[in-house]
């Protein structure tokens, strides 16, 4: 084949795999759970359609000793929302909000000590639940429900969720729910199934240990350092971890999602079959 014909050729076929690649792509991002990979007119029509269920991850950015990285909850959060909206079919996942109270900054407290934690206001943080929540209810969303994978803010969740719907502020067609069962669902039953293998609740722990590392190495194995799991497990309470990471593996960690996953379905279902007659939600 002559050189010129050759490269005609050649570029044919790259425009024709990267209109092919385009296409996925394009295909991917329309039925992904996830509103950021989503246009407008896509959440419209899937909002529409009936998925009028939003499913708020919210994480944090704090220390997790030397071998857990600063963005666990962030990770964490997204990863099992996802699947909790899949599981449910029928909703949609807002971007994780990244930024909660994690103490005093001057003089340091609690995670502040350590270098990357990232504290604000806890009047900041329920204004970002706030305007997260009524900006979606404007868009014809009828659930909102808050997943904090952090412990310290959860009253603030159940706060603004009170406060919309005392206020009626949300809209009379929309409510906003804080999801305790998201949260506990690692505080009990994943605690319960490590005990029932043999872990007790030193090792466990409490923050950094067992329960929270395996968890991290199932959601997503790159937020831990491996190679640092016995630095964590001496680094104690001074260095920022409660609890002994030196045993997690990913399958320990499996419980626990499954546990997040089971229960978080569980309960928005439920949460939803209370609504009022005139705005019924789609059930899965």
Do not use: W
């Amino acid at each position: 084949m002559p050189y010129l014909q050759h490269r005609r050729l050649a570029r044919a076929l790259a425009c024709v795999l990267a209109l092919a690649v385009s296409g996925a792509q394009a295909g991917a991002g329309a039925a992904s759970v996830y509103v950021e990979d989503l246009t407008s007119p896509e959440l419209a029509a899937r909002i529409a359609a009936g998925a009028t269920t939003v499913l708020v991850p919210i994480g944090g950015t704090e220390q997790s000793g030397p071998h857990m990285a600063l963005g666990k909850h962030n990770v964490r959060a997204r990863v099992l929302a996802g699947r909790i909206a899949e599981r449910l079919g029928d909703a949609v996942v807002a971007p994780v909000i990244a930024y909660v109270p994690e103490g005093a900054i001057a003089p340091p407290q609690g995670h502040m000590r350590y270098p990357g934690t990232i504290s604000i206001p806890a009047a900041a943080f329920e204004a970002v639940l706030e305007g997260t929540a009524r900006s979606f209810c404007a868009h014809g969303i009828r659930d909102v429900f808050f997943l904090g994978d952090h412990g310290g803010y959860q009253a603030g969740e159940e706060k603004v969720a009170a406060r919309l719907a005392r206020g009626g502020s949300a809209g009379p067609a929309c409510r906003v729910h804080a999801l305790d069962a998201y949260y506990q669902a690692t505080q009990d039953a994943y605690v319960a199934d490590l005990k029932r293998r043999g872990y007790g609740d030193a090792e466990i722990g409490l923050h950094a240990g067992l329960a929270d590392t395996a968890l991290s190495l199932a959601v997503d194995p790159s937020l831990v350092r491996q190679d640092q799991l016995a630095a964590g497990a001496r680094a104690g309470a001074a260095g920022g971890v409660r609890g002994d990471p030196t045993r997690a593996t990913a399958a320990l960690g499996q419980l626990g999602v499954a546990r997040i996953v089971d229960a978080s379905v569980a309960a928005i279902r439920a949460e939803r079959q209370t609504k009022s007659p005139e705005h019924p939600s789609k059930q899965p």
